[in-house]
């Protein structure tokens, strides 16, 4: 899986649009982004996912660039139950099994 | 519902003593895994499993073992516990789409202290 690399952490002011971007520079053609959130230390749950155009759902949008070396997570009404940490994570979502998460980015979203 | 189900949520145990924590998913996934997120490092995988009988290593496997007799269980083994194996896990589970996996389904959460 490519590497991701995101901001540590990110602060929102609630009723905006947080805007949660995320680097994986060495992506594959195949590989796909996942966007997973986990509040507290609860299990991590699934967001958004693309491959190389832009996705929405009732949760998010996602915003892939075109050489696909970045994307951006957008929440566009960030509340207080938004504040959690994001994973951004590039993985082949046609056989690559070992998905690696690693270190997110916690977004604080104050009132 | 559709869940993914772990057991025990906490667990204190010492140094040696066997253990396992139970992951039951109720969805006839394919896929299931292990992960262990502790402070600092992110969620890092344990353990994978493709379907029955078929399992994998992930990033960090030393000291854990898991089997896969049944689809819906996926149990994870601590044959001697040590006291750096204290730890959040999280089981999680998906589809296998024949061209990959749906989004993982995560339990909530073991917290496992070894003293």
């Known amino acids: 899986d490519a590497k991701t690399t995101q901001p540590p952490s990110m602060d929102c002011a609630e009723g905006r649009a947080a805007n949660l971007p995320c680097n994986h520079s060495t992506i594959s053609g195949n590989e796909y982004v996942y966007w997973y959130r986990q509040i507290h230390s609860q299990g991590p749950q699934y967001i958004i996912h693309?491959?190389?155009n832009n996705e929405t759902n009732e949760m998010a949008s996602l915003i892939i660039t075109e050489d696909r070396k970045s994307s951006t997570l957008i929440l566009p009404h960030a509340t207080l139950r938004d504040t959690a940490v994001y994973y951004c994570?590039?993985?082949?979502?046609?056989?690559?099994?070992?998905?690696?998460f690693g270190k997110g980015t916690k977004l604080s979203v104050i009132p | 519902e559709a869940q993914v189900t772990q057991n025990p949520r906490y667990l204190i145990t010492v140094t040696g003593k066997k253990l396992t924590v139970t992951c039951s998913q109720n969805?006839?996934?394919?896929?299931m895994s292990w992960y262990r997120q502790d402070p600092g490092l992110g969620l890092r995988q344990i353990y994978y499993s493709m379907n029955v009988e078929v399992t994998d290593k992930g990033d960090v496997p030393e000291g854990y073992k898991v089997s896969r007799k049944e689809k819906r269980n996926f149990p994870l083994i601590l044959e001697s516990p040590s006291p750096n194996q204290t730890s959040l896990y999280f089981c999680?589970?998906?589809?296998?789409?024949?061209?990959?996996?749906?989004?993982?389904?995560f339990g909530n959460g073991t917290r496992l202290t070894v003293t």
């Open positions: 999680a589970s998906s589809l296998y789409l024949g061209r990959g996996l749906s989004p993982l389904h």
């Open positions: 969805m006839n996934h394919e896929y």
């Open positions: 693309g491959l190389k």
């Open positions: 994570i590039a993985a082949w979502r046609a056989g690559s099994y070992q998905l690696t």
